[in-house]
T-cell receptor
Framework: EAAVTQSPRSKVAVTGGKVTLSCHQT?????MYWYRQDTGHGLRLIHYSYVADSTEKGDIPDGYKASRPSQENFSLILELASLSQTAVYFCASSDEDRGQNTLYFGAGTRLSVL | GDSVIQMQGQVTLSENDFLFINCTYSTTGYPTLFWYVQYSGEGPQLLLQVTTANNKGSSRGFEATYDKGTTSFHLQKTSVQEIDSAVYYCAMRMLSGSFNKLTFGAGTRLAVCP
């Protein structure tokens, strides 16, 4: 069965610190995504990638970097965490090459920046 | 730009009540429309895809309809159960450059009381 796993599941970070959120997929999908979930805003796209060693900006990329070292792994990096980045973050994958429209999400990472 | 509006932030029903959730969308192209569901502690998962105007999609007792004339789409279920308690997201998929971007609504939290 398709699987997207995120780590850690929750994290507390200090303002100004560096945070790395990791995502691993066993779906053999080409596309991977990072979304942020906030009450009242739903899910907003931060970064995405369609091939290893390449990332693209989504709708709200400011303050975030992404890294795709392999097809299976996609990381989200907060170089200088801020209070406003407290949210739940979801990674997802999809198989665009075969015209599949479904996004498969991980269980999420709850980040609290203090 | 493309947008999806989901106004109902919270819906509380009793078991066997009728559920109706509405979304409107704005785009210049020809969208593909979806409903995703997120159960507590999990990531969102695809519930329904509706691709043809005035066509219904159905899954797990839920039905989705799409009205191109009013640029709206709806999710309904005749008789909800407590296990249907979750957050429901409408979403629209549109070509943005060479990328098929999925834009989510803000989500509707459904609470079903026994």
């Amino acid at each position: 069965e398709a699987a997207v796993t995120q780590s850690p599941r929750s994290k507390v970070a200090v303002t100004g610190g560096k945070v790395t959120l990791s995502c691993h997929q066993t779906n053999n999908h080409d596309y991977m995504y990072w979304y942020r979930q906030d009450t009242g805003h739903g899910l907003r796209l931060i970064h995405y990638s369609y091939v290893a060693d390449s990332t693209e900006k989504g709708d709200i990329p400011d303050g975030y970097k992404a890294s795709r070292p392999s097809q299976e792994n996609f990381s989200l990096i907060l170089e200088l965490a801020s209070l406003s980045q407290t949210a739940v973050y979801f990674c997802a994958s999809s198989d665009e090459d075969r015209g599949q429209n479904t996004l498969y999400f991980g269980a999420g990472t709850r980040l609290s920046v203090l | 730009g493309d947008s999806v509006i989901q106004m109902q932030g919270q819906v509380t029903l009793s078991e066997n009540d009728f559920l109706f959730i509405n979304c409107t969308y704005s785009t210049t192209g020809y969208p593909t429309l979806f409903w995703y569901v997120q159960y507590s502690g999990e990531g969102p998962q695809l519930l329904l895809q509706v691709t043809t105007a005035n066509n219904k999609g159905s899954s797990r007792g839920f039905e989705a309809t799409y009205d191109k004339g009013t640029t709206s789409f709806h999710l309904q279920k005749t008789s909800v159960q407590e296990i249907d308690s979750a957050v429901y997201y409408c979403a629209m998929r549109m070509l943005s450059g060479s990328f098929n971007k999925l834009t989510f609504g803000a989500g509707t939290r459904l609470a079903v009381c026994p």
